[in-house]
């Protein structure tokens, strides 16, 4: 399904339009064209090739997904790909929905199979920008790709707790599960930065160099991107430090479990194997054993028995074995 | 064998043709000549050497198997080196088989010890794509390098699938052996990578100089395999991270089992010690033991025992050591 | 609140004036001028906006704290965010408090949420080095960013410190607790790192190219402060470095431990067991055993006992295994 | 002792010659001379430097022995240091022979203290090629380079094939003993690389920039010699990457062979306990123990015990704790 | 304590001469000035900035000791910090001594609070190399620094041989202190790399570019100094690696122990409480036992406990358990 919104940077006149007027509107350097492709079908793909001219290889990196996300330079348009992530159903998996960018000198054309927040926001944005319309189609693509890149720091927040409970988990009452938890906040951390860093060493190099597409002015905006972006891939690889060290945690705090379980064992095998040995030693069938006669030996044998398992007891604990 | 089809790209007609021809068709700069040489024999060599002209060192890099993937720039051609891989044989092994190719302005040749997919792939794909014939030689190679590049994606599947496996054979019914396949998973990618990124470094520098042999138009295809280079060795560098966190949970998690057994240990001991304790104490030989002359005392005892045992055993499922 | 003071570089007089006096003020090329905005209101942000014709980008990026440090060059201005730390509470936290510089060819525009100590420091110090004041603004900026990365030096020496303390808990008398420290201490560098590396890579890029702003010979006071900034930044690495080699060593000698006590375990388990034998050879009621009718058996097997649990005792101490 | 060889590149004849005629030999451009000299004297360096006005440093790196490989322009020729390698001894220990090569315009000049097999092997292809006696010295450094860095990759084939004996003896009937030869392959790496790198970067900035000594023609050999460093130090790369592979599979089975042993501890402990435990019953005083009458109590005891054992037993081996 | 020497490079003559002297020598360009400044105090710097006019930012970092190594460029001279470096003191404790150094067209400043041997040694080979007086004041500095660089390599030896020592603590007769000196001289690679890799890449940066202060000629001594610093920093990574190595080794070693210890573990258990049922059994009060009637039964008894403790003991000896 094709949406078509046309403002006239002149009048600053919104407009929505049917797709069948793009090429009149385009002609027109004062309207900018803002097509939104959601869930295409494989004839939408051939109406873009035809209208717009696209290479056919951007349009085949259009249709097969899963594409890095990157900054492409063909003939007269860039185009660019991102996604948009979120942590959705019940685990908080994360979920991430490629959004294809054609940014021409007058028009932005936005291919989705998903819905995308973005859209949303850049459409209410951009009429409440309206008087910056001058920025042309430069503005629209920033304000996109802004939205994009602003939704990964309330992601990263949620990360970020997560690695606070983990942290609980390990100093305070230890869990072993919580390996399962930091290897899933490891993986997640890995898929954010593959959709992160291409994009923000990509933005490094088409800010270094002529823009022909980007007018002077649009540049500094284009410029905030790239400082959000850096933003975004410093916290990332912060909490990959972060969770590193939190795996070091977990492995010292494990093995230091593993020394108290076993001075445990030690403890209690002493304590036990100590009493016992007495209970062995009047079990032994001398014929002179003088405490066998006594009329208090077996409490005193008793006695003697809960006195070395006390004081066993009482020295272990002093010591911290136990 | 040397196989030579030749595409006139003014009539865009294809004709194969004997290797006698070569000369005689190369003359006329509309004809694409390419020569696939299969299982070539030390004559083959020859015969490329005097016809194409080529230096020694590449034909011997071409007699030499076992170079390093790379593109050579000599004087009127490129040399490239490539490797198809796939899986193979019952326990999944990576198999690499080379394949050289001489590029030329309108001439292709191929050279390949073992039977190349690629080959038949652009084969087929030249023949349906006669219509951008203006590319040249150039388009060609292309066919030839996208089709070995965009193999390793299926490749890297089968992977990723055994890297899912791995992580239920860790997280869910602990198996020991896993290391194995991790070990093996890890040395695949580590050749793999080995295969991929001195292309990509090379296609890298490639891209950004002046060219001479690649038509302006034929340049944004091979800007095309660069990004899928970045995109299979990206994929591989992930791969290779999320294998380092399944390595680091195989290890942690074996860890924990052996706090878990180390738990067992001392509370199988500490029960049987306990109940073995009292039976030591009823085997004293005190003339004073009112117990034993009890009616009941041996049911006492062995009563006793079992609450012994019991108690410790519900204490120690409590706290979660058994 | 907005505190403005003027430096007249002619007279070396200071002035301070009311924020409304600063258009005039700035006019006049020989006057410098400081307005330091602490706990900015959003009326604060207009006026600012408006008096000096900041970029909507730089005045929301003020706004919204959390940035991370950076120097941006904007048309007329350069915008610089930095933090000063240090190490407050109970806890010894880190506390990072965010200062935003606006620095133009004769004004420096601070902007901070929390009283900044640097500010403190550089206006006694501009006072001080009013006979340079032909260095412009630039002198204040430097005199201000210098505060701010010195005073992460002494703040390095207290990690230091404990790491040799942490140090001592390992190798001395070991603490399992350690690994708490190590973990607090590592995300301290870690955060502090965060903050120091970004702004030494960007005055690394800032030094090296033309700078209309800074004059000559304000450069190699910045040149200083650059120096300063990878001082700071190399002795976090070599800090981070040591806290790695003293993680390897908390694990290394906790395994030690774990060694010893597995020692003492058999060792202990190799006594008694070997002791409670004996004790368990003479409970056998065979009727023919003759040490069972000797009148000093009993004192005898008491002290082969004796005997056996030393000789042990002694053998063991000697391997070293007690 | 110095051995002399001349080609006239213009006869092609080799002619050998006293030390003392080189002067007259370089005078004629046609002329290509080669001297080697064999564990020098102080006196030979005097001559090297009088007779070709060699620059005081780069004689005194030839002196002192163990400089780092590398290759050094000085006016008029350049100076190289290179290493053969070759494992020798009972213990296949790793031998570096350092080989340093003076390359002038029509002369080359190597000086070793210990014998190198690639002289006799750069000696005899010198001869063969004749008929590409224009390429001049450079030539001759090519093929005595080469010669060098070809002599690299059947030893890494040696340590590779260590690696894949490693690898049985850890997934095999584990060794503990493989972490010493793990250890030594490590460092024999270590040695390797620093050979192999430091050249491979030198050669890697030598061929990118203008050379007035190699000739236009001679720049594709070294391209050659270039690309086999690549070769070698990529190989190494990779070992060293599956030796720390093999080092963390070692540790893991290591670890598993640690669970393991512990789960036959428990395993054995529980069993005899449990069988001394009925043992224990039986030994009991009390006057009323029905079974101690019974004429087959005894038997049944044994009995109970053996069923004990044996059920303990099977349980254990099925849940593979045994 | 300043002390002056002046070299006439026409007439080579040396000359020590009173700190006041200075300007007039200086005046002359033929004159290179060596002032030394030992200890110096707060005069001695209002002095040197005074009759040299260095720049107030180089005296504070001469001030300031524990800069990091630089080389700073200042207008008519560079401004040099390196370290001495030495072990010392019972327990070898490295020991970095500072040398700042002014080097002027014509004249060099040294300024040390400790005695520097590089300052001896560098005075005695000035006069020694008098016939290279026209290399000027760079000639001298290249003695100086390289005095510094050369005695680092003395110093990697002996850490070098450490690690041996270690190796054999490790492989041989394992002592788990070793992990103590691996830490110490961990930190001492870290503190020595700290000290050369700065002045490494600051050479480098320098040799690249035009250089107004040294002399063509020279050129060729700083390249000789910046190969022997890339050869320390290459040892020290070298270094840093192996021993990266040495602890891994540790660990495993560690870890190979602790299983054996508890192979012995389960063999000691196993045997004694294998003997112990023995004896338990005898000890059961059955009235129909008949070997306890048997007039050897208690010499059968103890044969058959020593039987089966010998039986195991072969055994486990056998499978290498104990």
Chains 1, 2, 3, 4, 5 share one sequence.
């Not at 006149?13 to 900018?32: G, M, T, W, Y």
């Not at 908080?92 to 959004?99: F, P, Q």
């Not at 972006?229 to 492995?251: E, K, P």
């Not at 007495?278 to 008793?302: C, Q, R, T």
């Amino acid at each position: 399904m094709i949406t078509t919104v046309c403002l006239n940077s002149a009048s600053k006149r919104f407009d929505s339009c049917p797709a069948a007027d793009i090429s009149d509107l385009r002609v027109d350097e004062q309207n900018i064209v803002w097509a939104d492709v959601a869930d295409p079908t494989s004839r939408d793909f051939e109406d873009l090739a035809e209208e717009f001219g696209f290479h056919p290889l951007s349009i085949e990196d259009c249709r097969n997904e899963h594409q890095r996300p990157k900054v492409e330079e063909y003939e007269g348009y860039y185009f660019i790909v991102l996604y948009e992530a979120s942590l959705a159903g019940p685990t908080d998996a994360l979920e991430l929905r490629e959004l294809n960018i054609f940014l021409g000198p007058n028009y932005l054309v936005t291919v989705h199979s998903r819905p995308i927040r973005a859209v949303e926001t850049a459409n209410r944005l951009w009429r409440e920008w309206s008087d910056r319309a001058e920025h042309g189609a430069g503005l629209l693509a920033y304000l996109l790709i802004d939205s994009v890149v602003d939704d990964y720091l309330p992601l990263l927040d949620v990360l970020s707790e997560r690695m606070d409970d983990l942290e609980d988990q390990i100093f305070g009452d230890f869990k072993p599960e919580a390996i399962q938890e930091i290897f899933r906040v490891k993986k997640q951390l890995l898929f954010l930065r593959r959709t992160v860093t291409p994009l923000r060493d990509v933005f490094n190099t088409l800010l270094r160099r002529e823009q022909p597409v980007f007018r002077r002015e649009t540049h500094v905006y284009f410029q905030d991107v790239y400082d959000h972006l850096i933003r975004v891939a410093d916290t990332i690889d912060t909490l990959r430090d972060m969770l590193s060290s939190t795996m070091d945690a977990y492995l010292s705090v494990s093995g230091n479990r593993m020394n108290m379980i076993m001075k445990r064992l030690t403890s209690v095998s002493t304590i036990l194997m100590s009493v016992t040995l007495i209970a062995g030693i009047y079990g032994m069938n001398f014929d002179f054993m003088p405490e066998l006669k006594w009329e208090f030996g077996y409490v005193f044998a008793l006695l003697s028995m809960v006195g070395v398992g006390v004081g066993l007891y009482a020295y272990l604990k002093k010591v911290n074995w136990l």
